[in-house]
């Protein structure tokens, strides 16, 4: 390898590195907002089903301003939206950590990082694009990891800093990760000029497959967000210590992150349609998910780890068939499918935490299940309308 060639391999990790930063740093406050539940639900006097409307409120805000921020990501560009997005990431952080007094207020700070998450994320989706890697599904499934990678902390910050310092401070931690993400976007991110074909905001995808994609997702990502919602909180209930349970969380998290590299390797060198491709390793977390139902301690820590490692590989699949079908659009075009991913994780917690509320986390998880099996077999479905094409 030539020197140039090498300049161009070392930017192009640079490139991917720094998308998977950002996305951690965005996703970190809402997803802490599960694994934190026992100690902050607490410290509002809230219970736990209520607090789910914590988890809840951050995707919410980020459904309602998913597609938004994708046409903005296609004007401003990646660099400046990234910039502005991972330095409001940390100024949320910071103000939850020592200002927000009362559960209401924590709901406006994370409805704020919703919206700042849905900004990120596309203009993440689009310096992928533009960066014309050359092993696009591994750079998705890279940046991709970042979701059970700020799981991860989440769940580790629950013995190392919530049980410890305070809850508070797992989010003075989360803003730091924010200014170092907002540093590496400044030294590594470079738009594109901004031209008429490079603000494309129609996408390339027919609007019948796309919605469909949408609906695929929404209903992949309901279950899923049960387990960022109350793994931890279940894992209590079952017999764990909160600091057991969070610590099974974060090796869970750690088990997807590796299933997920795997899996942008698989998906470079298969033909195979994306979609198909999602609900058929989908499998190991509806198990998973029917045996965190079983409500024993040991049972319960394996389980979360087939839970986590199958129940969140989808994204890779799904967010690469999208991308690679929009090559010019693609914050635009993942601005209306993260739409339906941030509808299921919103809805997830908030309906679950009622069902936890009434009937309990057994009943919970089987229902969980129950759905992950109809995303399964409707994602079979939609999978001819995004093919593999390069």
């Keep these: 390898m030539g020197f140039d060639e090498a300049r161009v391999a070392h930017h192009d990790v640079a490139v991917v590195a720094t998308a998977a930063l950002s996305t951690v740093s965005v996703v970190f406050p809402g997803l802490a907002a599960g694994s934190l539940a026992v100690q902050a639900s607490d410290d509002f006097g809230v219970s736990e089903g209520s607090y789910g409307w914590a988890l809840g409120t951050f995707f919410l805000a980020a459904a309602l301003t998913s597609v938004a921020g994708g046409r903005l990501a296609q004007r401003l560009g990646p660099r400046r939206q990234l910039s502005y997005g991972l330095v409001g990431a940390a100024a949320v952080q910071l103000s939850i950590a020592f200002v927000v007094p009362s559960f209401g207020w924590m709901l406006v700070a994370l409805a704020l990082a919703g919206v700042v998450n849905s900004g990120v994320q596309t203009a993440v989706n689009l310096a992928l694009s533009q960066a014309e890697l050359p092993r696009l599904g591994l750079a998705v499934a890279t940046k991709q990891s970042a979701m059970p990678a700020a799981a991860m902390l989440g769940g580790l910050a629950v ?232």
Aim: proline share 4%; aromatic share 10%.
């Design 159 to 390: 013995p190392a800093v919530a049980l410890t310092l305070g809850w508070r401070w797992a989010y003075a931690m989360g803003a730091l990760v924010g200014l170092v993400g907002f540093a590496c976007v400044r030294a590594f991110i470079i738009d594109r000029p901004i031209t008429a074909a490079s603000k494309v905001s129609v996408v390339e995808s027919t609007s019948r497959a796309l919605a469909a994609a949408t609906a695929v997702s929404m209903l992949f990502a309901f279950s899923s967000g049960a387990i960022n919602a109350w793994t931890v909180s279940s894992g209590v209930d079952a017999g764990l210590s909160e600091g057991a349970a969070g610590l099974f969380l974060g090796l869970a998290a750690g088990m997807g992150i590796l299933f997920r590299l795997a899996a942008g390797a698989r998906v470079d060198a298969s033909k195979a349609p994306p979609f198909r491709m999602a609900a058929q390793l989908y499998l190991i977390g509806i198990v998973g998910f029917v045996l965190l139902s079983a409500r024993v301690a040991p049972l319960h820590a394996g389980a979360t780890v087939l839970a986590f490692a199958g129940g969140w590989i989808w994204p890779v699949f799904t967010n690469f068939a999208i991308v690679n079908a929009n090559p010019r659009s693609a914050g635009a075009a993942t601005g209306m499918t993260q739409m339906g991913v941030y509808v299921g994780v919103f809805s997830a917690p908030v309906i679950t935490g009622g069902i936890i509320d009434r009937w309990g986390y057994q009943t919970m998880w089987l229902v969980v299940a129950g759905v992950a099996m109809c995303a399964a077999a409707i994602a079979v479905a939609v999978s001819p309308s995004f093919p593999r094409t390069g």
